[in-house]
C-alpha cells in the first residue's frame, strides 16, 4: 500500500519535473539535429560532425578536465575544512565563518573575476606589486591568466556550493560513532579520516559532483581569465561557436552541450552507485543523536587566525577591490590620486537609475518566491530520490540535473524555444518557471544528504503512533531536514539573486533582473557601477543568508 | 500518501493556473493598449548600448515612451527570429550591425517604409529597402595618455608591431569577435598598407607582440585606464563614456575603419505609428547630435561629429559586411596566426 502511493509520488514528480526540465533540453536535442539555425529544420548530424571533428575540440576537453576535476577538488576539500572547524570545533568567530563561507556565492562571479585580475594580473597586479615591493622580485610572482588561476578563482566561487551541502550533514553527526573509535583508542585525526569522513561520503561526493557539473557550465571565469590566457574550455569553446559570425547556431552549441549532458548524467550515476547503501550513512535515528564539539586546545587560536588570514584574503579582498572600484571615477591601481579623487558618483547613479531599482524588485521577488518553491518541491523529490530508491527515482534525479548540466549561454535559448510557444513568453513566471527547472539540483543535493542521515525508523514510529503521511513529513522529518532545508534555500536564492543566464535571453523591458542590469554596465565598460550594483547584492544577500539561517535556528530541534 | 499527492497536484495545478491567468490577463490587455499604445508605446530592440539619452528625449518630445531591449550582437538574429516565426515579436523598430539587419530583412522581418528625416544622409545610407544606416561602429587605436609618452603614441597601424608594445596590448579575439574580425579584413580589403604582403607582416608583427584577448570591446578600455595595458584595439567612443579616465585616440595617418550600424522598422511592428515617429526622431540631427555628444558615436548625419579631439579630421570608412561563412574562415584563419 505505501509502496503504491510511493510509486504514485514518484511518477507525479517526474511528470513535474519533465514539463519543468525536459522541454528547453528537448527544444535543443532537436535544434542539434535541424538543418539552419531555429528549432526545427530537416534532420542533420552536420553540427555534431563539425564539432567532433574539430581537431581543438580535443584539446579544449583535455584543459576543460583539469579545470574542473581540480576545481571542483578545490571547493570540496575547503568546504570540509571550513565545515569541519565551523561545526565539529570549539573555533572562535564560527558565525562569521558561516556567513564568509556562503560569501562567494552572492557575488556576481564575473565581478569576482574581475577583482582577480586586478589583484593578480601579471602586468600590474595589486598583489603582484606589493610582492615585487617587498622580496624584490622582478617578475610578477603570480600570473591569474592561467589553468592554476582560473582553478582558484572558480574553486572559491563554487566554495559555497560545497560548504552546504557538507555543512548540514556535518552538524547532525552522531557522537556515538566517533566515540565507539575513541574508546578503541584512536586520536583525532584518526577517527576524522576512518569515521567522520567515510560517513560523510554522500555529503562530499555530491558537493564534488555538484561542483564539476558548474564548473562544466561555468563561463565567467574561463571568459575573464581564461580567453586573455588563451586557456579555452567547454564553455569558451561554445562561446567561440556561437558567436563567431552574426548568426548564432546554438544547435552547434547544443551538440557540444550533450558531452557535458552526458558527463553530468554519468557522474549521477556514479553517486547512486557509491552510496547504494544509504543505511550506512544514517547518524540521526530513533537512538537519539548530540554532536559533539572538540576541543582544538592549543590549536584554537592559530587555526582561528589562519582561517582569517584565509578569509580576508581569498574572499574579502576581491570584494573590498569591489568597494574600492565602486568610488573611484575609473579604474585606477591604488594611489594617492585615486583615494583624493573618490567619490560617490557611481553610487548616485545606480541609486537614482530606475530600471535598477524595478531590477531590484523583480530579482527579490524571484529570489524569495523561487527558492521557497523550489525549496519545497526539492523536499518531496529527495524523498523519493532518497527513501524511495527504484528505478523511477534514478530518472528523477537524472530529470533535476537536465536542465542544470547545460552552460547558461545554451540552455537560456533552449528555454527561449520552449517558452515562445507558449503564452507565458516575456513574462516574470517564465523566468521564476526557468530558474527552479535550472537550479533545482542546490535544492536537492543539501536535502538528500540530509535525508540520507535519517533514519527510516523515525517514520516508522511516527506511522505506528497513528500519524499520517504528511504528519509524519511535516513533525518529524522536516524539523530534522532544517540544516538541509536553510541550506537549499541559501543556495537557491542567492543563485536566483544573481541568476544570469536565463535572465538575459528572458528578460524585457519590466523584467529586468539585478544581472542584466550588471551585465549592460559590463557591456558598456561602466565598472564603477557595476561594482557598487554588485556591493548592493551582495549586501542584501548577506541580509538574507542571515534571515534563512536565523529562521532556521528558531525551528531547528533541540538537539541535547 | 495521498493527501500529500493531492496537495502537490493542488500546489502545481495553482502555479500553471496562476502562471496562464497572469499571462491571458496580459493577452487580454493587449488589445485595449494597442490601439491607445499606438501612440504611448515604442518598443525597441537594440545592439547600440548607452542609448537612453535619447529614448529619454524622445518621450521628452513626443510624450511616447521608448522600452529598449538590449540583445548583443551574437543573439540578436536568433532571438528576433525565435520570437517572429512564433508571432510574438515585441519590437516595433531594431537596431543591430548592417550584416544582421541584411538578415532580418531576408527573412521578411522588417518592412519598407520611407524615412523623410534619412534624405540628409548620404545616398549609400539609404539604398537598402527599410534599413537605414545611421553611423559607424569605428576602431581605432586607444591609449592610456598618463602612461604613453606623445612621442611613443602610434603614427600608424604598424607601429603597434614595434617591440616595444609587446605584453602592452589588449583586442577584442580575433578568432571570434565578428567585429573585430571585419576590421582586420577591412585593413586588406581597404588596402590600407598598400599590399596583402604588408597587412600579413601587421598580422605577424601584432602577434608576436602577444596582445592579451578579451571577449569583446567592451572589457577593452578597463586595462588601459588602470595600466595593466598601454594601448588597445578598442573604440574612440570610450573616451567619452568613460571621462574622466585617461585615455584618447592615436590619431594615426591612415583611416579608420568600422561596421555600419542600421535601423528599421518590423513589419509586425505592434506600434506603427510610434515606430515611424520613433525612427525619422531617431534620424534626426537632434537625436544623432546626442548620440555623438553623449555616447561618442560616430554618426552619419553630416556636420555631426562626438567631442573627440582629431575626430572630425578623420576619414572614418564603413566595412564591407562579411558573411558568416567568411568570418569562420578568416577567423580560423586568424587563430593559427595569433596560436589561439
Known amino acids: ?560 | 500518501m495521498k493527501k500529500t499527492i493531492r496537495v502537490i497536484g493542488i500546489v502545481t495545478s495553482f502555479l500553471i493556473m496562476g502562471s496562464m491567468l497572469f499571462a491571458a490577463g496580459a493577452q487580454e490587455k493587449a488589445p485595449q493598449k494597442e490601439s491607445k499604445v499606438m501612440e504611448e508605446k515604442v518598443a525597441l530592440y537594440a545592439s547600440i548600448t548607452a542609448i537612453e539619452p535619447i529614448l529619454a528625449a524622445f518621450q521628452k518630445d513626443t510624450g511616447i515612451l521608448a522600452e529598449n531591449t538590449r540583445l548583443s550582437t551574437s543573439n540578436f538574429a536568433t532571438t528576433v527570429l525565435t520570437e517572429f516565426q512564433a508571432g510574438k515579436l515585441a519590437a516595433d523598430v531594431v537596431q543591430a550591425p548592417l550584416p544582421v539587419m541584411e538578415i532580418l530583412k531576408q527573412y521578411g522581418v522588417i518592412k519598407d517604409y520611407f524615412s523623410p528625416a534619412a534624405q540628409s544622409y548620404a545616398e549609400w545610407t539609404r539604398n537598402n529597402g527599410g534599413i537605414y544606416q545611421f553611423g559607424i561602429e569605428y576602431v581605432a587605436l586607444i591609449y592610456n595618455t598618463e602612461l604613453v609618452k606623445a612621442a611613443d603614441v602610434p603614427k600608424r597601424y604598424e607601429d603597434l608591431t614595434l617591440p616595444k608594445w609587446k605584453n602592452k596590448i589588449v583586442m577584442a579575439n580575433p578568432g571570434n569577435h565578428a567585429t573585430t574580425i571585419s576590421w582586420l579584413v577591412g585593413l586588406k580589403e581597404n588596402n590600407v598598407f598598400g599590399s596583402d604582403a604588408k597587412w600579413m607582416e601587421f598580422l605577424t608583427g601584432l602577434a608576436a607582440n602577444n596582445p592579451m584577448f578579451v571577449a569583446s570591446f567592451g572589457p577593452t578600455p578597463a586595462p588601459i585606464e588602470s595600466g595593466e595595458k598601454l594601448i588597445g584595439i578598442s573604440m574612440p567612443k570610450y573616451i567619452i563614456t568613460k571621462a574622466p579616465a585617461p585615455l584618447a585616440w592615436a590619431q594615426v595617418e591612415q583611416p579608420l575603419l568600422g561596421s555600419p550600424r542600421a535601423i528599421g522598422i518590423t513589419a509586425s511592428a505592434p506600434h506603427p505609428n510610434a515606430a515611424e515617429a520613433f525612427m525619422e526622431y531617431w534620424l534626426s540631427d537632434k537625436a544623432m547630435s546626442l548620440l555623438a555628444n553623449d555616447v561618442g558615436e560616430y554618426v552619419l548625419t553630416p556636420g555631426v561629429f562626438p567631442p573627440i579631439d582629431g575626430i572630425d579630421k578623420a576619414k572614418v570608412i564603413p566595412i564591407r559586411d562579411l558573411s558568416d561563412e567568411e568570418l569562420l574562415k578568416w577567423g580560423a584563419e586568424f587563430e593559427k596566426i595569433f596560436k589561439l
Open chain 1, 1 to 560: 500500500m505505501v509502496k503504491n502511493r510511493q510509486s504514485k509520488l514518484t511518477y507525479l514528480l517526474i511528470v513535474i519535473l519533465a514539463l519543468l526540465t525536459l522541454s528547453p533540453v528537448v527544444m535543443l536535442v532537436i535544434g542539434s539535429f535541424s538543418k539552419g539555425l531555429n528549432t526545427f529544420g530537416d534532420f542533420t548530424l552536420a553540427k555534431y560532425i563539425s564539432v567532433y571533428t574539430d581537431p581543438s575540440f580535443y584539446a579544449v576537453l583535455g584543459n576543460t578536465l583539469i579545470f574542473v576535476l581540480f576545481s571542483a577538488l578545490f571547493s570540496t576539500i575547503l568546504a570540509l575544512f571550513l565545515a569541519y572547524l565551523n561545526n565539529r570545533t570549539n573555533i572562535p568567530g564560527k558565525f562569521m565563518f558561516k556567513v564568509i563561507s556562503v560569501v562567494p556565492m552572492m557575488i556576481p562571479h564575473v565581478l569576482f573575476a574581475v577583482s582577480w585580475a586586478l589583484l593578480l594580473n601579471p602586468s600590474n597586479g595589486i598583489l603582484n606589486l606589493l610582492l615585487m615591493n617587498i622580496f624584490r622580485l622582478e617578475n610578477a610572482p603570480f600570473n591569474i591568466y592561467s589553468i592554476r588561476g582560473m582553478i582558484m578563482v572558480e574553486g572559491l566561487l563554487d566554495l559555497p556550493i560545497a560548504y552546504l551541502i557538507i555543512a548540514p550533514a556535518m552538524a547532525s553527526f552522531d557522537i556515538s560513532l566517533e566515540e565507539s573509535s575513541r574508546v578503541f583508542g584512536a586520536g583525532n585525526m584518526k577517527t576524522l579520516f576512518r569515521i567522520t569522513l567515510p560517513v560523510l561520503r554522500p555529503a562530499i561526493l555530491a558537493a564534488f559532483i555538484l561542483c564539476v557539473v558548474r564548473c562544466l557550465a561555468s563561463f565567467a571565469v574561463p571568459s575573464v581569465l581564461g580567453m586573455p590566457g588563451r586557456t579555452y574550455v567547454l564553455a569558451t569553446y561554445i562561446y567561440r561557436t556561437v558567436t563567431t559570425g552574426f548568426i548564432a547556431d546554438y544547435g552547434k552549441a547544443a551538440a557540444v552541450g550533450m558531452s557535458i549532458l552526458i558527463l553530468s548524467i554519468s557522474l549521477i550515476y556514479v553517486y547512486r552507485y557509491m552510496t547504494r547503501s544509504s543505511e550506512k550513512y544514517v547518524t540521526v535515528s530513533s537512538r537519539g543523536f548530540k554532536p559533539v564539539v572538540i576541543e582544538l586546545k592549543k590549536a584554537r587560536i592559530p587555526l582561528f587566525v589562519i582561517l582569517l588570514i584565509f578569509s580576508f584574503i581569498l574572499i574579502m579582498l576581491p570584494i573590498l577591490v569591489l568597494l574600492y572600484t565602486s568610488f573611484v571615477p575609473y579604474s585606477m591601481v591604488p594611489s594617492v590620486k585615486a583615494f583624493t579623487s573618490m567619490n560617490l558618483d557611481h553610487w548616485k547613479n545606480v541609486l537614482n537609475d530606475p530600471v535598477s531599482l524595478s531590477s531590484l524588485k523583480n530579482s527579490l521577488f524571484l529570489c524569495i518566491v523561487g527558492a521557497s518553491l523550489g525549496t519545497l518541491l526539492s523536499i518531496f523529490i529527495s524523498y523519493v530520490i532518497v527513501k524511495v530508491k527504484n528505478k523511477a527515482s534514478g530518472i528523477l534525479e537524472s530529470l533535476s540535473f537536465l536542465s542544470f548540466s547545460f552552460p547558461g549561454i545554451v540552455i537560456g535559448i533552449g528555454f527561449m524555444w520552449f517558452f515562445v510557444r507558449t503564452p507565458l513568453y516575456a513574462t516574470i513566471w517564465a523566468l521564476l518557471i526557468g530558474y527552479i527547472a535550472t537550479y533545482l539540483p542546490y535544492g536537492i543535493r543539501p536535502m538528500t544528504s540530509a535525508f540520507i542521515q535519517i533514519h527510516s525508523h523515525l517514520e516508522e514510529s511516527s506511522t505506528v503512533c497513528g500519524a499520517s503521511f504528511l504528519t509524519t513529513i511535516r513533525r518529524i522529518v522536516i524539523p530534522l531536514l532544517i540544516p538541509g532545508i536553510v541550506s537549499g534555500w541559501i543556495l537557491m536564492a542567492t543563485m536566483f539573486f544573481r541568476e544570469l543566464s536565463l535572465s538575459v535571453v528572458l528578460s524585457r523591458p519590466g523584467t529586468e533582473t539585478m544581472a542584466v542590469q550588471i551585465l549592460k554596465f559590463s557591456n558598456d565598460g561602466l565598472w564603477g557601477r557595476l561594482s557598487a550594483l554588485g556591493i548592493i547584492m551582495i549586501g542584501i544577500s548577506v541580509l538574507l543568508v542571515i534571515t534563512a539561517n536565523l529562521v532556521g535556528n528558531h525551528f531547528k530541534p533541540e538537539t541535547n
